[in-house]
T-cell receptor, first 114, second 111 residues
């Protein structure tokens, strides 16, 4: 069975601070995808980033960056120079390749104060 | 614009009523999904469909039904058998590779 754990339930920062969200996962599948989604107060789940299990290269996309470490089953996500509009709940999720069920973590609420 | 639409945004149901939530996509995706989200929690899979006229139960299918008569549409019916239907319902479709894109959601409240 798959499992995704987001140990941080809520993080509060002041604007322009960096925010790192932790995600630890469990799976027996050898090929899988990891995701981060953002859920603003409106409720819609917005796709942010995807990483496949064969690619541990860490990347930066604008103010977002991620650190995928297969050895520790972690997929952490960082928002650099946070803005008030980044305030939302962020979900880490896992799916096996060609699978149908996304397994979500419990979410981390990020509050960015001006 | 391509995307996923859900209607209505808010829905109120009386005890014993069946209600149907709409989900439409114009992304030409084959697979579509319904998830339920309860306050402060992640999403749980209700049903999914990989092709027209076919659908499979997810983890919490009891009290729900679906149909998939058209590629673009995947409506969800919340039946009176669902004992605790108050929740936020999200529809998704799957693009390449294995990425699910979500609609804006329907918030269902039982009166």
């Amino acid at each position: 069975a798959q499992k995704v754990t987001q140990a941080q339930t809520e993080i509060s920062v002041v604007e322009k601070e960096d925010v790192t969200l932790d995600c630890v996962y469990e799976t027996r599948d050898t090929t899988y995808y990891l995701f981060w989604y953002k859920q603003p107060p409106s409720g819609e789940l917005v796709f942010l980033i995807r990483r496949n299990s064969f690619d541990e290269q860490n990347e930066i996309s604008g103010r977002y960056s991620w650190n995928f470490q297969k050895s520790t089953s972690s997929f952490n996500f960082t928002i650099t120079a946070s803005q008030v509009v980044d305030s939302a709940v962020y979900f880490c999720a896992l799916i096996k390749a060609a699978g149908n069920k996304l397994t979500f973590g419990g979410g981390t609420r990020v509050l960015v104060k001006p | 614009d391509g995307g996923i639409t859900q209607s209505p945004k808010y829905l109120f149901r009386k005890e014993g009523q069946n209600v149907t939530l709409s989900c439409e996509q114009n992304l030409n995706h084959d697979a579509m999904y319904w998830y339920r989200q309860d306050p402060g929690q992640g999403l749980r899979l209700i049903y999914y469909s990989q092709i027209v006229n076919d659908f499979q139960k997810g983890d919490i299918a009891e009290g729900y039904s679906v149909s998939r008569e058209k590629k673009e549409s995947f409506p969800l019916t919340v039946t009176s058998a669902q004992k605790n239907p108050t929740a936020f319902y999200l529809c998704a479709s799957r693009g390449f590779p294995d990425t699910q894109y979500f609609g804006p959601g329907t918030r269902l409240t039982v009166l």
